[in-house]
Nanobody
Framework: QVQLVESGGGLVQPGGSLILSCAASGSIYSIGIMAWYRQTPGNQRDMAAYITKNGFTTYGDSMKGRFTISRDNAKNTVYLQMNSLKPEDTAVYLC?????????????WGQGTQVTVSS
């Protein structure tokens, strides 16, 4: 079994910064795409950013230039540096990973961490 554990959320003022992290643990052979999604009540999950194993990154339109995703393959961890935060960035942020265990590739979600941007 694989577990993803996020940390780093909290309350921040508009214009501030936060760093989220998500660490995977378990019987992991390798991890492909690592991603961050965000979700607000009543809305679907939107992709914030994703990063491939080789470091190729893609961002949601509203995150470009403000968010940076990175990964540490040795630690099975993905990070999301969020700068110039806006109230509309308030959401639960969830990490998602494609994890290979033996010969099988499975998709896993973390439990989510709340980010609140407010003065």
């Amino acid at each position: 079994q694989v577990q993803l554990v996020e940390s780093g959320g909290g309350l921040v003022q508009p214009g501030g910064s936060l760093i989220l992290s998500c660490a995977a643990s378990g019987s992991i052979y390798s991890i492909g795409i690592m991603a961050w999604y965000r979700q607000t009540p009543g809305n679907q999950r939107d992709m914030a950013a994703y990063i491939t194993k080789n470091g190729f990154t893609t961002y949601g339109d509203s995150m470009k230039g403000r968010f940076t995703i990175s990964r540490d393959n040795a630690k099975n961890t993905v990070y999301l540096q969020m700068n110039s935060l806006k109230p509309e960035d308030t959401a639960v942020y969830l990490c998602n990973m494609d994890v290979r265990i033996g010969g099988r590739l499975n998709n896993y979600w973390g439990q989510g961490t709340q980010v609140t941007v407010s003065s």
